[in-house]
């Protein structure tokens, strides 16, 4: 079932959002060449704690640690390390932070140092998609139309729509009805209400669509032919005239 937010619920929300907005800002402070992606998600756990919320991904169905940090072919779900930064990476960080029983959910993908501009692009482009597909959001609209907007999108730009993973719908858990996929038909699936949280998250690849699961655990996708991948994602507030994002700018 999809819930509708009292006013209550959204405030808490729209503190765990802003939050997670300035961890994102901290994180960002961090990426550079020889950083060990443990060392950011322990700057992510600290500050996150230090403004009284949790990190919601830690335990989360076995999940080891504050944040997801996935590296040039990986999707999601990147488990931190003593694996360092390198010139050349682009890094996507996804995580939640959670404030009294409710939780908001944002990603963003960082470039290391220079890239070439086919990989510059992808980034880019991502995060355009993300906001295109945010650009159809308000009360009456099926979620079909936010889908086939990101897919063209993003085919325009001959970039890949991975299909397996999707937005969602956010509150007392991260993942809530209704699921957001990133590809679709315009005019189909469920009706966006006022008062919904949602989370849009298109993850695009520079190759082919087709993803799956690393050999060493059941966390890490990646990308089949190993092309870089980009993941944008944004916590909104359906409403009336169309969004409030809850994660930020």
């Known amino acids: 079932m999809i819930s509708i937010k009292s006013e209550r619920e959204i405030e808490l ?11 994102h ?6 990426i550079k060449p020889g950083i060990k992606t443990i060392e950011l998600d322990r700057i992510a756990y600290n500050f996150i704690i230090k403004h009284d919320c949790i990190p919601s991904q830690l335990g989360f169905e076995g999940y080891p640690n504050t944040i997801c ?4 072919d990986e999707v999601v779900h990147g488990i931190p390390s003593n694996r360092k930064l390198k010139e050349q990476d682009i890094v996507s960080i996804d995580f939640c932070v959670g404030y009294k029983g409710y939780h908001s959910d944002a990603a963003r993908t ?5 890239v070439n501009k086919d990989i510059e692009d992808l980034v880019t482009n991502t995060k355009k998609a993300l906001y295109i597909g945010l650009s159809k ?38 993942h809530e009805d209704p699921d957001i996929p990133n590809f679709g038909e315009p005019n189909k699936g469920k009706i966006l209400k006022s008062g919904m949280t949602i989370a849009i998250e298109p993850m695009l690849n520079l190759g082919k669509k087709q993803v799956c699961l690393t050999d060493q655990d059941d966390w890490v996708i990646v990308t089949k032919d190993g092309s870089p991948s980009a993941h944008f994602e944004h916590t ?5 005239e169309g969004y409030e994002i809850l994660t930020g700018e």
Do not use: C, P
């Not at 909104?236 to 009336?240: E, K, Q």
């Open 69 to 72: 940090i996935s590296i040039n």
């Open 25 to 30: 800002e901290e994180i960002k402070k961090h």
């Open 236 to 240: 909104v507030l359906v409403t009336d």
């Open 110 to 114: 960082y470039i290391v140092g220079k």
């Open 13 to 23: 929300m729209r503190y765990a959002g802003h939050i997670n907005y300035l961890t």
């Open 137 to 174: 959001v308000r009360n009456g609209v099926k979620i079909g139309d936010i889908s086939h907007a990101i897919e063209s999108f993003a085919h325009s730009k001959g970039l890949s729509v991975v299909e397996e993973l999707v937005g969602h719908g956010v509150g007392s858990s991260i």
